[in-house]
């Protein structure tokens, strides 16, 4: 498709698409050896993009440089609390626990009831 000619019916359909969402083609230049346009830089109708240039040419398309006039979006800070009981914890069940996990069953009933015990 060849967006530099008026009365290609792909290129007038385009147009019409891109108007439709409020949008612009803005390369006004030949991208290709033939001398025609077929690639673009589409932004939104409001966007300012006067700086767009058609350099050298790479394969049969040429780079089109462009710079957007974009600002970072600010960041809301959220803060997170988050609290728990520690009264709930027993810290000798929760030592045994990981003895357990490290030796397997050499941790024998005895341990288990004596470290109960404590909580």
Known sequence: ???DQLVDTHAVRLDLLLQSFELVQRVKESTHPAGHTVDLVI???DTSSSDVH???MVSDHAIVRFTL???KP???TQWITSSRREHG???HMMHLHLIWQHLGSAVTSQHCSHM???C
């Open 43 to 45: 932004t939104k109708s």
């Open 74 to 76: 600010e960041m809301d």
């Open 54 to 56: 058609v350099c050298g």
């Open 116 to 118: 109960s015990a404590e």
């Open 89 to 91: 914890i027993c810290c």
């Open 1 to 3: 498709m060849h967006v």
């Open 69 to 71: 006039p974009l600002k």
